[in-house]
């Protein structure tokens, strides 16, 4: 058992303790918090816990499902149980909250934190009770602000103004529901949180069903990309294939055109090297001419002369 001696590490300081126990089929009337947070360990029994997103423009309708665990509502990211939910991205990338009302179980041993500004309830079972004992900041300067039951905020409006916002014409029925209110923080709500509970688990299977949509839609987005880029692989080794293959080409082509030139200089070089031998071995055909003074080589006659020489020396030897 705890005793206000548990709690000296506490003061001085603005956090409080509290602790709620909700017998079978009861509800801790919806309220909200105007300035405190609350943190809340379950430390008997199970229930369900629904917080509703304070700004209507970003809030869901339906409920979300939940399982046993911690549960932050409001710091919740996209897939987890409860929480505000959705994260999305904002401008210049960066990442944004969006709140969505949220349902979710808790038992034993699991945390939830609700914070300021966020309408909740607690409700337990019909065939079980729920207890559970948090801590809360500005515990002497926030106040609980119930929206049911004898002490709810909307006791002090005007039932013509309540009527108007409520979208009812007559008044009457309003001061109806409000005076059938007795109690004045723990409601009964018989089978309530048996209600919420189906229909979070129906929310859950839609989601899961929509998550699966996502999922097959993003594995076959991954399919997509990936047979891309084997293709762009693909292609690009057909490329590089096609590349190197020029290349051998052409140092094929360059390789041949070097072995004809070679192959032309080498047929010229023997040219040369015969006409220079036979040049100068066959002078005993050629008339040779003696210049004055004896020093002088003799006269060579020219490949062209040479060839008409033979040519005439050959006739003549036909004739003879």
Known sequence: MMTSKDLDALHGSSIGMFMVNL?????????????ATEIAIVTEGSGIVQTVCPSSSSSSSSPSGGSSGDHHHGHKRRGGPGGRG?????????????????????KEGDVFVVPRFHPMAQMSFNDDSFVFV??????????PQFLAGKGSVLQ????????????????????????????STILPCVS????????????????????????????RKEREREEEERRE?????????????????????????????????????????????????????????????????????????????????????RSG
């Not at 959705?86 to 808790?106: K, L, P």
């Not at 948090?134 to 300067?141: C, D, K, L, R, V």
């Not at 005007?158 to 005076?179: F, I």
Request: glycine share 12%.
């Open 156 to 183: 002090a409006i005007g039932k013509k103004v309540l009527a108007l916002a409520l979208g009812q014409r007559d008044p009457t029925a309003v001061d109806k529901l409000l005076s059938a209110q007795r109690e």
């Open 134 to 143: 948090g801590f809360s900041t500005h515990m002497g300067q926030n106040h």
């Open 233 to 317: 692989e693909e292609e690009e080794r057909a490329r590089k294939e096609q590349e190197k293959q020029r290349r051998r080409e052409k140092e094929e082509e360059e390789r041949a055109r070097r072995r004809e030139e070679e192959e032309r200089e080498r047929e010229e070089e023997e040219e040369r090297r015969r006409e220079e031998e036979e040049g100068g071995g066959g002078r005993g055909d050629e008339p040779e001419r003696e210049e004055e003074g004896g020093d002088k080589p003799p006269y060579r006659l020219s490949k062209k002369l040479k060839k008409r020489y033979h040519a005439r020396a050959g006739v003549f030897s």
């Open 86 to 106: 959705d994260e999305g991205e904002g401008e210049g990338g960066r990442a944004r909250w969006q709140c969505r009302n949220s349902v979710f179980r808790v």
């Open 23 to 35: 017998t079978t089929g009861s509800m801790m009337g919806p309220h909200w918090n105007p300035k």
């Open 192 to 219: 309530c949180a048996e209600e919420l509970a189906e229909k979070a688990e129906e929310e859950r299977k839609r989601r899961e069903e929509e998550g699966g949509g996502e999922r097959e839609e993003k594995e």
